[in-house]
């Protein structure tokens, strides 16, 4: 079936800014809501953002709105999370995800999940 794999995390200075990227592949997901997760060590995974499948309604944890935006390109069955005023707070390994519930901040309503792309913001 699908499968989704995530990438650009790397070490960033606190300020600083960063895109990753989530490509999907075995299937389309343009018709799906695709979100950011993130997992610090020791803490719960937590939603970061959330895009429709048409690109008309985006969600943000009010930890990062403002800060990050989140874009897709259906074309290329690809998410993209771009982070501004990078803090580090924000470490952690950023996940991917694809469900059928724009928004939702609950890991359980997403089908598809990638393994991670490690971003770390030093201070």
């Known amino acids: 079936q699908g499968r989704l794999v995530e990438s650009g995390g790397e070490l960033v200075q606190a300020g600083g800014s960063l895109r990753i990227s989530c490509a999907g592949s075995?299937?389309?997901?343009?018709?799906?809501?695709m979100a950011w997760f993130r997992q610090a060590p020791g803490k719960e995974r937590e939603f970061v953002a959330g895009?429709?499948?048409?690109?008309?309604?985006?969600h943000y944890a009010d930890s990062v709105k403002g800060r990050f935006t989140i874009s897709r390109d259906n074309a290329e069955n690809t998410v993209y999370l771009q982070m501004n005023s990078l803090k580090p707070e924000d470490t952690a390994v950023y996940h991917c995800?694809?469900?059928?519930?724009?928004?939702?901040?609950?890991?359980?309503?997403?089908?598809?999940w990638g393994q991670g792309t490690q971003v770390t913001v030093s201070s």
């Open positions: 995800a694809a469900g059928v519930v724009s928004g939702s901040p609950a890991p359980y309503e997403y089908e598809y």
């Open positions: 075995g299937r389309t997901f343009s018709s799906y809501a």
């Open positions: 895009i429709s499948w048409n690109r008309a309604i985006t």
